[in-house]
Structure formats: C-alpha cells, structure tokens
C-alpha cells in the first residue's frame, strides 16, 4: 500500500493518504505535508519536536496535525520527515516529529501552501485499512 | 454537468432560480469562455450561494471563474445588512489579496538597458519566497495590533511613503472597524516577519509598460499614457490573513448550525451579518486586510529606495507615483441602490475588484470625473490591464468586476508542461526577464498554465461593468 499520493485539485494542491491502521495513516500525513512543500526524501531528521494536537473526531485531528505542521512551516520552517512515538485517541493526537529547519538553499522547494481546508476531508475504512483525502489552499 | 442556462447576451448568462435559490445566478463570459466554464463545479456553486439567506439582486460570477471553497473564486454576492449573512468563504483565505500599481518617469530603455541586475536587486530587497524575511526590521506585537487598526497608515507614519499615497488605496489603506484582539496568537506570530514581504505562488513584482493604449484621454488623467513603466504589485495579508480565515471559519462552522442556517455545501459557512459571530469575523478580517494593505505599502516604499538607489536619481525625477491599490478578496458593508431604493449590503468579492464609477465618493478626487481604476494582472509572459468602473457596473454587480485570468492547468499539469524546458529562459528570449525564489514556483506560473487576460477583459468591458484603458506589457518579474 502506498503511503500518500499528491493530487492536483483545479488551482491547489491535495493528497490522498493511505495506512494499514490510524496511526499510521497520521504518520503518512505528515510525510505528505513535507513532500507537497519539499522532497520527502531528501529530508533528513536532525532536530525533534513534540506534537500534540487535540480535536472532537479523528478528521479534526488530522486536520490539526497538519495545520500544526503548517504553523511550525511558516513560523520556524520546519519541515519533518519522520514521525515516531504515536499516540492517538478519540480526541487527541500526539507524535514526535524528526526533520529540520528548512532552507530554500538546501533543500527543494515545491509548493507554499496557505491553509489546510477541510474540503472532503473524510477518514474512511478501505479494504486495507483506511483513507482520507485533504486539500490544501496554495 | 447540466444545468438550466439562458443566454441574456454575447456576454451574459443567466441560471435560473429553482429549488433552494433565493435569486438568479448571473454569468459574465463569452460563449466559448462558458464551455470551460461548464466544465467544473463554479456554476453550481453560484447557485449554492444563490440560496444563502437575505441575498440581494444576484450571484454572480466574473468571466475568470474557477472552482472555490464554498464560493467561486471570480465570484461577487451582496447581503441585506439586517437579513443578510456574512461567509469567510466569500473572502478567501487570502485577505484583502490584491493589486497595486505605480507609474514611474524612466522609460522603457532605462530599464531595458539594465533589466536584470535591476530585477536581480529588487529580488535582493524585497524579500521573496518562502520564509524569506527582511533580517534588519522588526516589528513588535504592539506594532503588529497598530498596523491591524490602520493599515497603510501605519506604514507612512514609518516614513514608508506619503501621506498622498492613502488617497490612491481602496479604503484608503484601511478598513474601519478592525479589532486586533480577534485575531489569533498563531496568526500574529505568522505575520510575525512578514511584514514587506511578497511571499509565493501567484503573487510578484513585476516591471513593466504601457505598450497599448484603448482610451488615450483617461490614460492621460489616470497619468499613464503610452510608454509609461509601470510597476505592478500582488500579494496579500500572508501568513496573518491565512490564520484569521482558518479561526473564523470554525467559528462560523458552528455558527451555520447554532442559527440554523442550511448550506447545501459545508464550505458555505456563514453567520448572520447581525450576529456576535459574524460581526466578530467582519472585524477581524478588517485587521487582516489592513496588513495587506500596510504590506503593499511597505513593498511599494522598497521599490522606491531600490530604484532611486539603482537609478541614481531623485525621487522627483523618478516620479513613482501610486496610481492606485485594489482589494480583490475582501467583504465590505457598502451602500448601494437595489430596485432604486438605497440599501446597506454586505459586498463579498472574493477574486474579484470593485470598480466603482465616476462621480462615486469613494472613487478618488483625482479620478471622479473617469472612474476608479481597476487592475487586472495576467500572467508573467503576456500582458495586464487598467480599466476604470462605470456605472453599469454600479448598477449591475454592486460595482464589481474580474480580477484577473484564472487558471487553465493545475500546477502539477503546469510543472510537467516545464520539463525539458527552460521557461526563465524563453520569456528571456521575449525580453522578459524573471528572477523566481524557486523553479518549481515559475514552472507552476508558467504563462500557458493562465486563461488569457485578453479574453477575460474584453468580457467585462463588452458588459460594461469596466472600460479598457491601456494594456501592460511585462519587461522584468519577481516571483516567490
């Protein structure tokens, strides 16, 4: 199962995430926020951040784990490429996220993105585990 | 996808109100423009906003019309003041997103003569791209609440330009009734270093000049005549804006409930324009046009230093004078005449400009008797445009119009379209010079990725809700 893939949507930018579970479907959120703003890859893991978001349903808290990362992007360009220690409950999500402190001389740049929308924003169970799909406002 | 359509005239369409519509959809395009159109869900996200309560008039939409968060970007829609609602979707994310634009007194060889080490020091000046920041000032949060009240004021007050420059901004340069407690704490420290900075995607800095002329006696008046080189500026309320729209909008969320309001589409969150809720967000969002506008102004005064610096001349030989600075997301009470009487609606104008007419108050002294001007950037290889408002336009759309070209490509299609190409290098070839933060940036904005201009202007002046005035023709672009 692939772990994301990067959509167009008309004039922005979205990704369809896949994972076997939930935690892991976060975890590949995560990876594809970097890989729509940066390569994914190329991304080392030299610095750690807690992340800690709370939300009512399991969309909400996909959706802010993402706004976070896009707080954490604008703020102190910070860019994560690997996310360990999950937890996550009804109504709380918490990971430590590893990457670095983005440069445009360094690293590659795709995309700014300025929100997170909740358009179509879905977690569903598929055969496999579980999908969702966010679209981003560039 | 079929929908109910009536053609009014080559220009206009109308979508029948049925079902939950509280009015008539309006469409401005041409017949061919309306096949694209057709194509993805703007028509009938018109005729979702046409079932929001206390709508006035119509739903219309803009001949640039593309798909949207609720609302079409490209669209416009004006609610009672007492009925009506108010919808952070009908804004956009991007705040008070707009367009600004200078008349210089160099010509076209003083700046073809030395295009890319000028370009190449605007892009060195003017921070640009993303995280790009200006290392040598700082703004405190008590700077950041000032400039949420007063907008391009502020700016001036800095010494960042004239007090002169305010009456040639929409508003000028500041929308009463900002409250800077509104706004978040992740949205002050967002905007925290952004202040004087372009940031990325479609917006720039572009060079340019007036190489066609439609109306030589308002281009005289408006100071641009044939051969003038102008500067464009679009960008927004960055990182501020973006955060005060995402706060909002969960605020309204809940609201659309909490008043019952039905929304055949979440996005189309709204609240009642007389409720805490909406005057909460009307607020707010005032503040963060108002760093939108402090924001041009801030660019404005770092192009001056640059090119008085790079020319080696007085500002007053340099003469760059601000023509005239457009909101094109924004949400305004205004006061406007509906079946001849007068009414206070709310206007949302979300990728679109006001284009208010001659004789208007609020068009300025210096353009009263031609009408406000309205600016219409196309995309970095072909041209923009100056138009004016007219009074259909006051009449028809609550004095509105496009906002520019829309795009055609998605930009992954956009960016595969690059490969194997060098694009900085072919609007080299066309004596365009672009300096990008990025290539992806470029290859994204790649001219073919655009609807054309042309067409969309032509549109909007054949409707007469604005006349053509002079085309702009690019010479050098920064982009982030």
């Known amino acids: 199962m692939r772990p994301f893939e990067i959509i167009d949507h008309t004039a922005d930018i979205g990704v369809v995430l896949y994972g076997k579970n939930l935690p892991e479907l976060f975890v590949h959120a995560g990876q594809a926020f970097t890989d729509v703003i940066s390569e994914l890859k190329k991304i080392p893991a030299t610095l750690k951040k807690r992340i800690s978001v709370k939300g009512e349903t399991h969309e909400e808290l996909l959706a802010g784990f993402l706004k976070e990362l ?59 585990g579980y999908r969702a799909t966010v679209i981003f406002d560039v | 996808m079929s929908l109910p359509i009536e053609k009014i005239d080559p220009y206009t369409w109308r979508l029948p109100k049925e079902g939950a519509m509280r009015v008539d959809g309006i469409v401005f395009a041409s017949e061919k423009m309306m096949e694209q159109i057709r194509e993805d869900m703007s028509l009938q996200q018109v005729r979702n906003v046409a079932t929001l309560p206390g709508i006035v008039s119509h739903a219309f939409a803009m001949p640039d019309v593309h798909w949207g968060y609720g609302f079409p970007i490209g669209g416009v829609a004006a609610f009672d003041e007492k009925e009506g609602v108010v919808s952070p979707g009908g804004v956009g994310y991007d705040i008070n997103c707009g367009v600004r634009l200078l008349k210089t007194g160099l010509s076209v060889e003083d700046i073809q003569s030395r295009l890319r080490e000028l370009v190449l020091t605007l892009f060195h000046n003017i921070p640009t791209g993303v995280g790009a920041h200006h290392r040598d000032f700082r703004i405190s949060r008590e700077d950041q609440k000032a400039i949420l009240k007063k907008g391009a004021a502020w700016a001036i007050e800095q010494g960042y330009g004239d007090s002169a420059d305010l009456e040639h901004i ?91 309001i039905e929304l055949p589409d979440p996005q189309l969150a709204c609240a009642p324009l007389q409720s805490e809720e909406g005057r909460n967000y009307l607020a707010a969002m005032a503040a963060g046009a108002n760093f939108a506008f402090a924001n041009r102004q801030v ?45 206070r609606v709310c206007v949302h104008r979300k990728g679109a400009t006001r284009a208010f007419p001659p004789k208007h108050p609020k068009t300025p002294a210096l353009y009263r008797e031609i009408g406000q001007p309205v600016l219409i950037p196309g995309d970095m290889g072909r041209y923009s445009f ?32 690059c490969r194997g190409r060098n694009i900085e ?12 933060a990025s290539r992806a940036t470029v290859s994204e904005e790649a001219p073919w990725a655009y609807k054309d201009v042309a067409d969309v202007v032509e549109v ?14 690019p010479l050098g672009v920064i982009k982030g």
């Open chain 2, 170 to 260: 929409e508003e000028n340069g500041c929308i009463t009734g900002a409250d800077p407690s509104l706004v978040s704490e992740r949205a002050y420290e967002r905007g925290r270093n952004q202040l004087g900075t372009l940031g990325s995607g479609n917006h720039f800095l572009e060079i340019g000049y007036v190489d066609e002329v439609y109306d030589e006696r308002v281009a005289e008046q408006l100071g641009i005549p044939l051969g003038t080189v102008t500067v464009i500026i679009h960008t927004g309320s960055r990182g501020l804006g973006h955060q005060t729209c995402d706060d909002h909008l969960e605020t309204i969320l809940k609201a659309s409930r909490r008043y019952k």
């Open chain 1, 70 to 128: 896009l707080y954490l992007f604008d703020t102190e360009q910070l860019l994560f490429a690997k996310f360990t220690d999950i937890r996550l409950s009804d109504t709380l999500f918490e990971c430590e996220a590893e990457g670095i402190e983005w440069d445009q001389e360094k690293y590659p740049f795709k995309t700014a993105l300025k929100a997170v929308t909740h358009h179509m924003l879905k977690i569903e169970k598929v055969k496999d």
């Open chain 2, 299 to 343: 660019i404005t005064h770092l192009t001056r230093d640059t090119m008085q610096k790079f020319f080696q001349r007085s500002p007053k030989d340099l003469g760059i004078h601000l023509i005239y600075d457009v909101c094109h997301n924004i949400a305004k009470v205004e006061e406007h005449l509906v079946g001849g009487v007068s009414r």
């Open chain 2, 460 to 473: 909007v002046h054949q409707a007469g809700i604005s006349k053509k005035v002079v085309r702009l023709k």
């Open chain 2, 386 to 417: 100056v138009l004016v408002g007219t009074q259909a336009a006051y009449e028809k759309t609550f004095g509105s119009t496009c906002h520019g070209a829309g795009r055609l490509m998605s930009r992954n299609k956009a960016k595969a379209s």
């Open chain 2, 425 to 436: 290098a072919e609007l080299a070839e066309q004596g365009i010079f672009v300096r990008g």
